[in-house]
């Protein structure tokens, strides 16, 4: 007798959907937004970029003027930076599976390169949170992994690196070469935690404020300058 796998298929299908279901029931997501600032310290070799370009001609000109003029003062005009700070700004939302110690986190920011442009990423970690005794108070923390696309990175980070307003501002209007930095994409290692309040009728929202720090994991062979950042951040959640 011919055995008929077909007929077996609309259980397993309302199976599926049945473990779905159930699955879902469990599921706790926090969409909200979330504001704040955050320092860069994206590490680049100035000379090495597409700036460097720029250096050459002040030096052509001051040359044919009987001057020299090194990189460093290059530097020195223009006050490069290894770091600096922007404010932060934007929306996330937070999914966690029953009391499992596990936490993924989506994120559409804006840039700690420059607010102007846009980071998408995806957090996955080992996290939990803690409440006080009357359910209202909660602590959290969370270590893990990020991937992250980063809009901002390059010329922004170039851009924003030069302390001096007026250079700042005139290598804004023509400097937009195409991936000065190498690639936009970055794997980083995340370290938070936060405090936070929960409240409404139903205890559906939460306001709270949390500290992070997140490491460049990328090989440096493959993109020297860094996506290391640490800040802090303001965020306002509902939960679903």
């Known amino acids: 007798m011919q055995f008929n796998h077909l007929r077996f298929l609309p259980t397993l299908l309302f199976l599926l ?6 699955a879902a029931q469990n599921l706790r997501i926090d969409v909200g937004f979330t504001a704040g600032g955050s320092m860069l310290f994206h590490n680049t070799r100035f000379q090495e970029t597409s700036l460097n370009a720029q250096y050459e001609i002040i030096q052509e000109v001051k040359r044919r003027d009987g001057e020299t003029y090194a990189w460093e003062d290059f530097e020195s005009d223009f006050g ?9 700004f934007g929306f996330t939302a937070h999914v966690t599976y029953k009391d499992w110690p ?20 995806g957090t996955v970690g080992f996290g939990k ?27 922004n980070t170039i851009i924003n690196s030069v302390r001096d307003d007026f250079m700042r501002e005139r ?7 195409t991936n000065p930095l190498g690639r ?17 009728w139903e205890q559906e929202w939460s306001a709270g404020v949390d500290v992070y720090g997140e490491l460049d994991l990328l090989e440096k ?15 306002l959640r509902y939960r679903l």
Not at 102 to 116: C, D, F, N, Q, R
Not at 171 to 177: A, D, G, V
Request: net charge positive; with cysteine; proline share 3%.
């Open 102 to 121: 596990v936490v993924a986190i989506a994120e559409a920011l804006s840039s700690p390169s420059g607010y102007t442009k846009m980071t998408y990423a």
């Open 171 to 177: 290598l804004s209007t023509f400097f937009n070469p």
């Open 221 to 235: 062979s493959v993109r020297f300058s860094r996506m290391t950042n640490v800040g802090a951040m303001l965020w």
């Open 184 to 200: 936009k994409l970055g794997n980083l290692l995340v370290v938070r935690g936060g405090v936070g309040k929960v409240f409404g």
């Open 80 to 88: 490069l930076n290894q770091q600096f700070m922007q404010p932060r």
């Open 129 to 155: 949170t803690f409440f006080n005794w009357d359910t209202s108070m909660n602590f959290s923390f969370l270590a893990g992994y990020k991937y992250v696309l980063d809009e901002g990175f390059g010329s």
């Open 17 to 22: 959907v049945c473990s779905f279901f159930a």
